[in-house]
């Protein structure tokens, strides 16, 4: 739900990002279709032709499982999904939408990484703690 082209939101992006990945394909394993647009940046590049990016919202994924998918993925998608999106940012231009935080997305995102590696360490030390325990007790 943001349009932007600030620094911040570029700097989301690197060079090797230009190949848009098949994000439709989750740790789940499962299959999920686009569901929404949520926000779309541009990008310029080193030949001043720009480059767009999308917020994808995915069916039956959180939120914070969407995914930044570059335009030539955009393509494939049904195109209710652009139009949609088009009609959400004239509501924006005209204030009867607010656009999506995009700082506030990415610092959520930040900190569900920064909470699955906490979680993964302790897994991890739970793992050896049993072992140990194994060991001593035999």
């Not at 989301?12 to 439709?24: A, L, P, V």
């Not at 767009?52 to 919202?57: A, G, Q």
């Not at 506030?104 to 699955?116: P, T, V």
């Amino acid at each position: 739900m943001a349009t932007t082209s600030d620094q911040e939101s570029q700097n989301e992006f690197s060079d090797s990002d230009s190949d848009s990945i098949d994000s439709n394909q989750t740790d789940d394993g499962q299959t999920h279709l686009p569901e929404k647009i949520l926000a779309e940046v541009v990008r310029p590049t080193t030949f001043d032709v720009p480059q767009i990016w999308y917020l994808i919202k995915w069916e039956d994924c959180a939120l914070l499982r969407s995914s930044w998918e570059g335009i030539d993925f955009a393509e494939n998608f049904p195109d209710i999904i652009l139009a949609d999106w088009e009609a959400e940012k004239k509501r924006q231009l005209e204030g009867k939408s607010k656009p999506l935080d995009l700082e506030a997305f990415h610092q959520a995102l930040k900190d569900l990484e920064s909470a699955e590696r906490a979680r993964r360490r302790i897994r991890r030390l739970r793992s050896k703690v049993s072992r140990v325990l194994s060991i001593a007790a035999a």
